[in-house]
């Protein structure tokens, strides 16, 4: 169906009447009047604002509020970009093609998230004082994908102006930016939208539009021929539900056209434009800190009907400053078969691994030539593939859960690995072991100078990381060694403060969890990458988030530890506090003498401080506001719902600041199932909970109704069962769940159980119209962006892993359309028509409507134009406020009134 055709109007004024539009409760305006003018509203064209109440939480200026996480190489200073807010709909409504996924302005020649996401300027923060300076940028430009110069003086960044994309830099003594690249040769940034500099600072390395490119291949004037699916293998392949996959061949022309780029090298100071090899669909760029040799990944044909592209085939090669291919490290063919994932397109991505027998493949830290982890020639026999899934952050990383990366023994042995430099020019002699390890090596990191290594391995359900001296590989400083833990190395210099999650899930080893002793830190290198940091006397920094049993009574505090490398005597050097959330967020020397650390509490917008490590003191560098103290001060309760069967879970509450004990409110329940196997597994989600953050707020909380006097339940209900049949209890525990909330929520007298509504998106959307119908409690329903019809989600959803054909009874039995006849309350729908997500095909809601119109139920639904899985733009957001309030106002709040609509001549 086409976009046009899905933005019909769901109601029409009705003619030569006018609709009484009246504000939320307005005084003088009694009920009737007001359902008339909610109504009204609900059926009319165009955009809609909500109440003012409402239409100040949306809009609220968060934007203006500084984090100091993008520090500087140098640590002097942290980058902002700038934001005006929501973004507006004549920026998202831009025409834009969609190839397989890729998402493309083909009039700016970039990624579309560029033309939609771009910032209104960048700003300096000085590190110590706070002092804001604010950097020169073109005027009719956005500006996207900053990056510092090695040496911290200058900023890089993409200015996006209407038909084009430029590279400009920023001097930050001046903060005046020039334009690098040349006014008639643009940049090509669809599949790399960013730039990238050499480790000298000279250049910048991007890429190009083509010279002598022609005008985009245009789709024939007549069609050819039918569109063309088959599959001819008798091997199954089932392939979830994608989105704007590939449907005709000259949308393979146009996809080439579109992503095939000049790689270059442009110096800074004299704009000179150094091209580097032919043009080609180029993916990503990683190159050596000399700017002599380049890692770059590369799209290959044939492309797909079945795929999106990152699926496509890809070769990633060594390429030297002409051009010249010195090594290919890996080429992976089409895959249309269920997808194994792909690395995300852009500059860096220095220490990813995966490259068969060159795992953790990385540029030297000191000197030319690479890095990576091989198996030791006499246990190799693949060794080098054995966990290549095993990540890197930087010039280290954190070891991979797949494969056999974290160690121990292979077929025929212990596994032995070494640490190989590859030098120039790349060949296959061109190597040199610099550490044979006694076993399998997961992560690893070099020191700033290449001559000292940190090694993570684990063994024996037993995590270790030592240290070795390169000129004297045979002794061994271990600097951590704990049970249950998998060694690993952070960027950054701190960790979040124990925010919320569902991180706890993965961790079913309660010695895992509560004693991690937290990621070793890593710092940006003189050549880029991330190297270990070390201080001054030989220690080194581990960064982590301590968890309690008791969770509400004593919150997770964020934590840095200094460890000796030769006595690994361990040090705390902070803790966040008791009753707020702390962290650190950047050390600002390797001794950490002094570092950057944010502080929020319930009541305290999030802000950053200066804090002098050995005596604890606080310079506050930020003045952050909360834009939405009226919000702020809602009131939240936190109340364990038991169901009939024994299980319990949490339901969070939000009340009107104003509330009175015992006052019965109009309720909304704001829903998103997950599936366990036990209690333990569902307990285990709570454990990163952290009671003394900030109130999330965003331009889509629905607590925002506690502004127009309504009780917010929001909660996941829990459904559970048997490891990968947990649906087949779904509608029952769905049930269950939902009465036990209603009934506690009502023992408690919070809520009148005679006014209620329920909502949820997308799976929450799903869960919502199933609510509705399979139980009687409810007055209306908001359901956004959902998939109603399982059918058409047949290879697995969700957690779901079971097809169609092997659990129909389950997949029929969970899909609301089938019981459309059965839905009780009013159902408000939403959907972006161009919603992106996989399994939320916009279709799904067009029939969901047409099934509640044929069986006479009150519903409505609003396509949203140019969105995607959920609305982002301010017109968008305002305008669906304004429908949930009109709804909620007419089917829950004056539920129990006569339904008659002031009409005036």
């Not at 245009?218 to 979830?240: F, M, N, Y």
């Not at 968008?876 to 002031?902: F, G, I, M, T």
Request: no cysteine; aromatic share 10%.
């Amino acid at each position: 169906m086409t976009p046009s055709a899905l933005l019909r109007p769901v109601g029409r004024a009705i003619t030569g009447l006018l609709l009484v539009v009246a504000p939320l409760a307005a005084q003088g305006n009694d009920a009737a009047a007001q359902m008339a003018a909610d109504r009204a509203l609900l059926a009319r064209e165009g955009y809609q604002l909500p109440p003012e109440a409402i239409a100040k939480m949306v809009t609220a200026p968060r934007h203006l509020n500084v984090q100091l996480t993008t520090a500087s190489p140098d640590r002097r200073h942290f980058l902002k970009q700038e934001s005006e807010g929501l973004p507006g709909v004549d920026a998202f409504g831009k025409p834009h093609n969609y190839y397989a996924g890729l998402q493309v302005d083909p009039k700016a020649n970039r990624a579309r998230t560029l033309t939609t996401r771009g910032g209104t300027g960048l700003s300096m923060i000085d590190a110590v004082t706070g002092k804001s300076t604010a950097i020169e940028v073109p005027k009719g430009a956005t500006v996207s994908s900053p990056v510092w110069s090695p040496d911290g003086a200058r900023i890089a960044y993409i200015a996006n102006f209407d038909a084009a994309s430029h590279v400009y830099v920023a001097d930050v003594a001046t903060a005046r930016s020039v334009q690098v690249t040349n006014p008639r040769s643009p940049l090509l940034a669809t599949l790399v939208a960013s730039v990238d500099w050499t480790a000298d600072g000279r250049n910048v390395i991007v890429v190009l539009i083509p010279d002598g490119r022609g005008a985009q291949p245009q789709p024939p004037a007549i069609a050819t021929g039918p569109r063309v699916e088959v599959w001819l293998d008798p091997v199954k392949s089932p392939q979830r539900q994608f989105a704007s996959l590939m449907s005709e061949p000259w949308e393979f022309e146009q996809l080439k056209y579109h992503t095939t780029g000049q790689l270059a090298v442009i110096d800074v100071k004299t704009k000179a434009v150094r091209k580097v090899g032919a043009p080609a669909m180029i993916q990503s760029v990683d190159a050596s800190p000399d700017g002599q040799y380049f890692r770059v990944s590369t799209m290959i044909e044939p492309f797909s009907y079945m795929v999106q592209y990152t699926s496509f085939g890809t070769v990633e090669q060594l390429w030297d400053l002409n051009g010249k291919v010195v090594a290919e490290l890996q080429k992976r063919p089409l895959r249309e078969m269920p997808d194994s994932t792909q690395a995300g397109a852009g500059f860096g991505g220095r220490g990813g691994g995966g490259i068969p027998g060159k795992r953790l493949l990385a540029w030297m830290p000191s000197g030319a030539g690479m890095y990576y982890v091989a198996g030791d020639s006499a246990t190799a026999n693949g060794a080098g593939r054995a966990g290549a899934a095993g990540a890197a952050a930087g010039a280290g990383g954190r070891a991979g859960r797949g494969g056999a990366a974290a160690g121990g023994a292979a077929a025929g042995g212990v596994r032995r690995e070494r640490v190989v430099k590859w030098a120039p020019p790349f060949g296959v002699a061109d190597t040199a072991t610099l550490y044979q390890a006694d076993g399998a090596i997961s992560s690893l990191a070099f020191t700033d100078d290449g001559k000292q290594l940190f090694v993570g391995t684990t063994a024996n359900n037993q995590g270790e990381i030592y240290h070795v001296d390169l000129a004297s590989p045979s002794e061994k400083h271990v600097v951590l060694r704990q049970r249950a833990w998998d060694p690993s190395f952070a960027a950054g210099a701190g960790g979040r403060g124990g925010g919320g999650g569902r991180g706890g899930a993965q961790a079913d080893d309660s010695l895992r969890f509560y004693a991690n002793p937290g990621s070793m830190l890593l710092k940006r290198g003189v050549q880029g990458g991330q190297v270990a940091m070390v201080s001054s006397d030989g220690a080194v920094y581990f960064s982590g988030t301590q968890y309690y049993p008791d969770f509400i009574k004593d919150a997770p505090r964020a934590f840095v530890d200094r460890v000796d490398i030769k006595s690994g005597a361990r040090t705390r050097i902070f803790e966040g506090a008791p009753d707020a959330v702390e962290a650190v967020t950047a050390a600002l020397d390797d001794d950490f003498t002094r570092a950057v650390v944010s502080r929020q509490s319930p009541r305290e917008v999030q802000d950053f401080y200066l804090r002098d490590m050995k005596s604890g003191t606080m310079t506050k560098l930020t003045n952050n506001v909360d834009y939405t103290p009226e919000f702020t001060a809602a009131i939240r309760k936190r109340i364990t719902v038991k169901r009939a069967d024994g299980f319990s879970f949490v339901v969070r509450l939000t009340l009107p600041s104003d509330y009175k004990a015992g006052t019965r409110l109009p309720a909304m329940f704001w829903f998103y199932p997950y599936e366990y196997t036990s209690q333990e597994s569902y307990d285990r989600t709570l454990r990163t909970e952290n009671v003394n953050g900030f109130p999330a707020a965003g331009p889509r909380t629905i607590e925002y109704l506690t502004q127009l006097g309504y009780a917010v339940a929001n909660f996941d209900p829990p459904i559970v069962g048997e490891n990968g049949r947990m649906n087949d209890n779904y509608v029952s525990d769905l049930v269950m769940n939902l009465s036990a909330v209603i009934d506690e929520l009502d023992r408690q007298g919070y809520i009148d159980r005679t006014r209620l509504g329920i909502g949820g998106h997308s799976y929450g959307a799903f869960s919502t119209m199933n609510a509705l119908a399979h139980t009687p409690f409810f007055k209306a329903g908001i359901a956004g962006d959902g998939m109603y019809n399982r059918s058409l989600t047949p290879t697995a959803f969700q957690s779901e892993q079971r097809d169609f054909w092997k659990a129909q009874k389950t997949y029929v039995e969970m899909s609301p359309f089938f019981y459309a006849d059965k839905i009780q309350g009013a159902v408000l729908m939403y959907h972006s028509i161009e919603d992106q997500n996989v399994g939320t095909d916009p279709i799904s809601s067009v029939r969901m409507m047409q099934a509640l119109r044929a069986n006479g139920k009150i519903a409505s639904l609003y396509m949203y134009p140019y969105e995607d899985h959920g609305p982002a733009t301010r017109e968008s957001d305002l305008d669906q406020w304004a429908r949930w309030v009109a709804w909620l106002d007419l089917y829950v709040r004056h539920a129990n009134e006569p339904k008659k609509a002031a009409v005036v001549p």
